[in-house]
């Protein structure tokens, strides 16, 4: 049965072992979704300039264009649309890499076909959309969360899905401390998962608002905690 919002998504599958494209794509339509599927990492921009995907399940190990070239790619030109990557299990600085250049997530060879269409779902779920309508505001920095947007001195922010997430959250709960493993859960729904993806995404939002990433001012670091957002336009 189709899950309530796959209906009408369409996400591009890209990998080159005809056997695992075959069953993700199986899974994702049994579960209400439009899947178009690509071989190679040409391939792929090719149809997602043809027919805009709602979301990209991509291979890391690719030949010709690679994973992480295509992911780059795609972030240049269309910023917003989610990627959710396929790595080989344990290769945690690849995952790491690739949530660097854009990815919004990633499921680990072999992999559940089960849990990569609830992670398609979860990312999905973050896409543009009215939902919690207004207006938050630090200083010159600005979230519009009914359109998605963030503005930071009067310039839009190029963020991820997940990094949109990460920051409506903390402009949200200002001032309180935020263990890793908390910001899975409450950021993303996740009650598991590799916490490194949150110090990933941290990273990539402080280089994105902040002027000096290594001497942050608003987005701080807990020690022995996890995070903090402080706000700059104190009352």
């Known amino acids: 049965m189709g899950s309530v919002g796959a209906v009408g998504h369409r996400v591009l599958v890209v990998d080159d072992d005809p056997t695992v494209s075959d069953v993700v794509r199986r899974y994702l339509e049994q579960d209400g979704f439009e899947v178009r599927l690509a071989a190679d990492g040409l391939a792929a921009l090719a149809a997602a300039r043809a ?12 030949g010709g264009i690679d994973g992480l070239e295509v992911c780059r790619r795609l972030r240049r030109e269309r910023p917003g649309l989610p990627v959710v990557m396929l790595t080989a299990l344990g290769e945690e600085a690849d995952r790491v890499i690739g949530l ?39 200083g010159d920095l600005v979230a519009d969360t009914g359109r998605r947007i963030a503005e930071l001195g009067g310039r ?17 709960h200002p001032a309180q401390a935020w263990s890793r493993a908390q910001l899975l859960d409450q950021v993303w729904g996740w009650q598991f998962g590799d916490q490194s993806t949150v110090t990933v995404h941290v990273r990539r939002l402080r280089e994105k608002i902040e002027a000096d990433p290594a001497n942050p001012k608003r987005l701080l670091t807990v020690w022995g905690v996890g995070y903090r957002y402080e706000p700059v336009s104190h009352a």
Do not use: C, H, N, W
């Open 51 to 62: 027919e805009p995907p709602d979301l990209v399940v991509l291979d890391l190990m690719l």
């Open 100 to 138: 660097e250049v854009g990815a919004d997530d990633y499921v680990t060879k072999p992999f559940s076909p089960r849990e990569l269409v609830l992670r398609v779902r979860s990312v999905l779920r973050r896409t543009p959309q009215p939902r919690r309508d207004g207006i938050l505001r630090d």
């Open 156 to 172: 839009t922010l190029a963020l991820t899905v997940r990094e949109f997430d990460l920051l409506e959250f903390l402009l949200r």
